[in-house]
């Protein structure tokens, strides 16, 4: 890490009281720190200053009283001893004892670090990550940068609280939530918070066209329904009913519509889902009581969003016709019939689908078909 400029220092130095207005300015809590007693790395540098004093007068006194070059090997070991006491107390002093946190860039406060409580940006992010999912009960994905600079501040700085950096990440933040979108034909309608939620939206647009006396044994829709998971912007979701309004209401698509001899205004909007005053602002001049056979009016006509096709099982019996077979004969009188044998219809039975298109019938078809019973010929003699 670049150690700050002289400059630098004296900025940071000079501005404390900035700092802390800055983040009261942004409703950000924060303390002053209280000055501490000696810390356990200043002990160390004292321990080692006394250590060199020991050692000199342990294994050096002597021999400085003796030599006559007692006086400079002393003056040698005793600035060597300070000479290592004030590098160790620097490096000491310049030790990056804080971080000052920044989202996108933007400085969001500075709290202060030690070695038994080692905070990192990505565990800031991983705390605002972990509310923001309690929050909506979804999946987030962040997507703003949280960074931290390593700094070295005196204890008269203001420092601000972890959780309080937390919480103005949480507010800050940009992010995605995991949610569930309905398309139809490839186009986005509504998004929801999971897929069970977006489920049971089309789930209730086909319970619309169930009912209990009627045997369904397939329901579909027509177009290409789908749910697809993707991450959006929290504001994007819908609600639940706003979805199945949007479902559910047609949209409208311009048409024409040829007059007949015998239609009326009222009659020809009402068969187009629209009104009589809607029908006159499409069609600018047109007298609403006054109407020419073939004369061409333009309407809307109603699109449904998504249309449900049923299958509905049914079982019926049909008649089946006999045949008849005559022949000529001179035996009787020209003109007279004999029965030979009599005949009968038959029966079958016929298993067949319904499918109904929005609960409109739109055909049938046949799955099976058996005989019950089978038709006799009848047979008939014509005098010739």
Known sequence: ??????????????????????AQSSGVRERKKQKNPLRWDWWLLILVAVAHIL????????????????????????????????????????????????????????????????????????????????????????????????LRFSDSEILVIPDTIVSALVNGLRYHVLAAVI?????????????????????????RYLQEDLNIVRQEFIEDVRIIERYVYSRELTTASDALAILTTPLRQADTYTVQPGDVSGVIAMRFGMSLSTLVQLNPGLNPDVL?????????????????????RVVFYEVIPMQTQTTSTNHIPAGHTRVLQQGRDGQRRVTADIIRIDGMEFEREIIGIETIVEPIVQRIEVGS
């Open 55 to 150: 050692f000199f007068f342990k294994f050096c006194w002597g021999y400085v009283r003796k030599s006559r070059y007692g006086l400079i090997c002393a003056a040698v070991v005793l600035l060597a001893a300070i000479s290592a006491s004030v590098v160790v107390g620097v490096n000491l002093a310049r030790r990056p004892n804080a971080l000052e946190v920044f989202l996108d860039n933007q400085s969001v406060g500075i709290i202060r670090t030690t070695r038994q409580t080692e905070i990192t940006p990505e565990h800031l992010k991983y705390m605002a990550q972990v509310i923001l999912e309690n929050r909506h009960d979804m999946s987030v994905s962040i997507l703003s940068e949280v960074t931290a600079t390593p």
């Open 292 to 312: 020419q056979p073939n004369q061409v009016l333009v309407i809307t006509r109603p699109i449904p969003v998504v249309s449900v096709r049923t299958f509905e």
């Open 183 to 207: 398309t139809v034909d490839g186009t986005e309608m509504a998004v929801l918070t999971d897929a069970d939620a977006a489920q049971s939206i089309l789930d209730t647009i086909k319970q």
């Open 1 to 22: 890490m670049p150690r700050p400029s002289q400059r630098q220092r004296k900025g940071s130095a000079s501005r404390p009281q900035a700092r802390g207005a800055r």
